[in-house]
């Protein structure tokens, strides 16, 4: 394994790269679903823990759709009610002196899930009310897979060997996670003829365009739902974790975003087309990306810093070290979203800092992500102060970095008379 902390020698290997970059992934999920469930996978990976020519074939079937700005723009509406219903639960769960409970993230982690479900399954979850008992065990299934999934990853690969508990929660989390957004699926099936006709593709969602382009074929879509589940959830809350947090220590910075957004909306500019807004989560995410990094192996020999790398070695792009480095960003420890406006004039390396990643494997989701993230940001700022008054928090991998502890903010309303 070669660590590279050289946007030059980053940028050079990303454009080497051939038509199947080959990126590590997580063991447990590539035994999964090659091993244990290749009767449900076979020919139809996903993207997540699939290489070569199964990892281009589904790709090629999704991503024209996924990375159109039409499509992301059709959930603006849908991710605005979902952003707003969470701005009202931190009014609910806060206690007499503003802050919210130590298990703050744990609602995170369901405005995004609620978020991801809405796109990838057309379904309303009310992860917020009263849920039925299958969107609960939906939403248990998904925190089951994300605390085994650490186990099984940073510890003794015991479940390589023998069933250990662990193993057989994670087994049984994405096996509920399949079956039961299988059952959703071939309900939009039914009504996909009629749901349809005489629609335009803009005006049809992320669901039916995918059917529609693959024939109906349920698999697909099951698949891509899954993918986006276990990569979109803990990486858009932990982002959301460190934006808010690195703004209740920032409060000048707050400000000035609180300021943007009140003349957007008076303007009737959109939130997500707010440029400090933007800068604010880019800066966060320089700073503390939610993945360390992101890595290929070589599939040729390659030299790299003058130095002669085999073929099959894993190479690891360091963006946590490069983005908080004085070689590559001015004043590296401070929050400055500034510098990265068009009047800043600043012009920084940009393979320094790709917290989507890059190439042909980077993350297919990121509009969604980028809509996601600006509009809850956006509501929350415009709706309550955000403050800190506890100790202050270190950062740490879980295995997506971001801060270690009870997330205990201060969310104060805002005059807005």
Avoid at 293 to 305: F, M, V
Wanted: overall charge positive; charged content about 20%.
């Amino acid at each position: 394994m070669v660590f590279l902390y050289k946007p030059t020698e980053v940028e050079r290997i990303m454009k080497l790269e051939d038509t199947l970059p080959f990126r590590p992934s997580m063991p447990s999920l590539n035994y999964y679903k090659h091993v244990l469930r290749p009767e449900f996978f076979s020919n139809i990976g996903g993207v997540i823990a699939t290489h070569g020519k199964m990892w281009e074939e589904f790709r090629a079937k999704v991503q024209h759709i996924m990375l159109q700005p039409k499509t992301s723009k059709f959930y603006v509406k849908p991710i605005e009610l979902i952003a707003d219903e969470f701005v009202e639960r931190i009014r609910q769960i806060r206690n007499h002196k503003n802050q919210v409970p130590d298990d703050f993230f744990n609602e995170i982690q369901k405005w995004a899930l609620e978020s991801i479900a809405k796109i990838a399954l057309d379904v309303k979850l009310n992860c917020f009310n009263d849920t039925s008992k299958e969107t609960q065990k939906l939403i248990d299934a998904i925190g089951t897979f994300f605390k085994t999934v650490v186990i099984l990853e940073l510890k003794s690969p015991l479940w390589r060997i023998i069933n250990t508990p662990t193993w057989l929660s994670f087994v049984n989390a994405l096996d509920t996670i399949i079956n039961i957004s299988m059952e959703h699926i071939q309900a939009s099936i039914k009504n996909l003829n009629s749901s349809t006709k005489n629609k335009n593709p803009e005006d049809m969602s992320l669901l039916e365009r995918v059917l529609i382009q693959n024939s109906g074929n349920p698999k697909i879509a099951v698949i891509l739902a899954l993918d986006m589940f276990l990569v979109g959830i803990d990486t858009t809350s932990a982002a959301i974790s460190s934006v808010l947090y690195q703004l209740s220590l920032n409060q000048d910075k707050q400000n000035i975003l609180y300021s943007e957004i009140l003349k957007a909306s008076k303007s009737g500019q959109s939130i997500i087309e707010i440029p400090y807004l933007r800068a604010c989560i880019r800066e966060t995410l320089r700073m503390y990306p939610a993945v360390f990094g992101n890595g290929r192996c070589l599939s040729k020999d390659t030299n790299i810093c003058g130095y002669n790398i085999p073929k099959g070695v894993q190479i690891v792009f360091q963006h946590f070290v490069m983005g908080n480095s004085g070689k590559y960003f001015d004043n590296p420890n401070e929050f400055q979203p500034e510098r990265w406006l068009k009047s800043s004039g600043k012009n920084y390396h940009p393979y320094a800092s790709l917290p989507f990643g890059h190439g042909r494997r980077m993350c297919l989701g990121k509009r969604f992500a980028d809509l996601e993230m600006q509009t809850l940001i956006a509501k929350i700022i415009k709706t309550y102060e955000i403050q800190y008054h506890e100790e202050p928090l270190e950062y740490v991998v879980h295995p997506i970095f971001m801060p270690h502890g009870p997330l205990k903010l201060t969310f104060v309303d805002r005059n807005t008379s």
